[in-house]
Every structure is written in C-alpha cells, then in structure tokens.
C-alpha cells in the first residue's frame, strides 16, 4: 500500500527523511532497490516492503519495526517507502523520471493522462504498460471482472492466446493479482494485457464448460477456426498478444 497516490507530488516529511534509525540497517543494496524501482516505474515508483524484506535480515528489520511502531503513528512499510522518496532524492535518482503522458486507450479511444490512473492499477501492470485508460483496464484486471457476454469460442480463444503467451495454463484470476506480471519485460507486458482484456468472468467460464479447468482441457486438444466473418489476428515475434478477436 502506498502512502499516495501514484504519480502525486509529494514532499517528504522531515522526521522520515532524517531517520536517525534506518540508516544504521540500510545499505546500498536497499539504495539499488530504489533505482531499480524508479527505472521500472518511472513517476509512479514506490519501494515495495516485500522487496525490503527480501534483502534484509529478518531480525534486523522485526528489531527496527518493534521500535517504530514504539514511537510512531505511522505504517512501517509507509514509513520505508517515505524514507525511500526521501532518499531518492538525496542521491539525485528521481533527476531522470519521465512524467505522465496523455495516451489514447488502446479499448476505447478515450485519452487520459496515465497520472489519473488509479494506484492500484498502476500497481498490477507497472506504469511503463498504461496503454488503457482506468474504467477499461479495471474491467479486466480486478478481481471477478471479466467479459460476462464472452459465447464459448471467445473462451476458447483466450485460453489459447494466454496458454500460448505464458508456455502454461495459468490460474483462472492470473492478471488480478500483484506481482502477476512483475516478473515480464514491457514486451511481453504488453502482449498479456491485450490478451486478458478479452478475458471472460469467472461466472461466465462456470456456465459454458463447468470449470476453468475444463475450459483449459478443451481449448488446448481441440482446434476451432475463427468465427464466420472474423479476421484473425496474425502476430508477430514481439507482439504475440494481438492473437484476438477482431470484427469487421
């Protein structure tokens, strides 16, 4: 959880970025975190607690937490990505950040400015993937969202776009969860969202096949040919993704 919101100008509390305490622990590991952070998510970065952890000894930082939370109001891991932007600052790594862009979403053809997109979006897909604008990419990356009209063939589809994307059939909910795409190059990023925008509801995959796992079965040992009228998609080595459904 961020301690505001993504691409907000915010300034960094003295009594955080002054800690007397922190800087006994961190290091220039947790330094290269930052920079790491800031490269991948340009004006949208935070320092995420989990990496924190990942990198320092569990005794050190439960010591560290005790006496915060001891003496302070606020979240440790709040408390962490303040100190973070405090210290970005200080070494001169947020000089380069590259501010938001007005786009057109790649669904509706609205524009919007990837600022207004929602933190908790920004944070599934990474701002360096904004290619839709909030309403479209949360009506298929949050939790139970998803096509409900989506007729058999369209599951089908999605299945195999996903399946052939991933080398995998991954979980149903893959797409809602954090980190579910931390581990893609922008690429490939890309190439996911495009296909989990034809993504069908859970309920809807329920009521054609029975179960995801099902759904899975069929979409990978039998073959279908687009619908009459469609136009087939035909990707290319980067963009694998554009293997959608496209109407006349």
């Known amino acids: 959880m961020r301690p505001w919101a993504a691409g907000e100008a915010t300034e960094v509390p003295l009594s955080v970025a002054r800690d007397p305490d922190v800087p006994l622990w961190w290091s ?7 920079a790491a952070a800031i490269k991948r998510d340009q004006w949208s970065w935070i320092l995420h607690p989990g990496d924190v952890a990942a990198i320092t000894p569990p005794e050190v930082l439960a010591a560290w937490r005790r006496r915060h939370e001891a003496r302070s109001h606020i979240s440790w891991y709040g408390y962490l990505a303040w100190f973070a932007r405090g210290r970005a600052a200080e070494l001169g790594l947020t000089s380069g950040v590259r501010q938001p862009e007005v786009r057109d979403c790649e669904r509706c053809g609205s524009p919007f400015l990837k600022s207004s997109i929602r933190a908790s979006l920004v944070d599934r897909v990474g701002a360096d993937a904004l290619i839709y604008c909030g309403p479209c990419l949360g009506s298929f990356v949050y939790p139970l969202s998803g096509d409900d009209g989506a007729t058999t063939d369209d599951v089908l589809r999605y299945v195999r776009s996903i399946v052939e994307l991933l080398g995998r059939a991954p979980r149903q909910d893959f797409g809602e969860r954090l980190g579910d795409l931390d581990s893609f190059e922008r690429e490939e990023k890309l190439a996911i969202l495009r296909v989990l925008s034809t993504r069908p509801t859970v309920t809807q995959v329920k009521l054609l096949f029975g179960s995801w796992k099902a759904a899975v079965t ?16 035909v990707p290319n080595d980067v963009d694998r993704g554009h293997r959608l459904r496209q109407t006349p």
């Open 28 to 34: 220039e590991h947790h330094d290269e975190l930052i």
């Open 218 to 233: 069929q979409a990978t040992t039998t073959k279908s040919s687009p619908p009459s009228g469609a136009k087939e998609a």
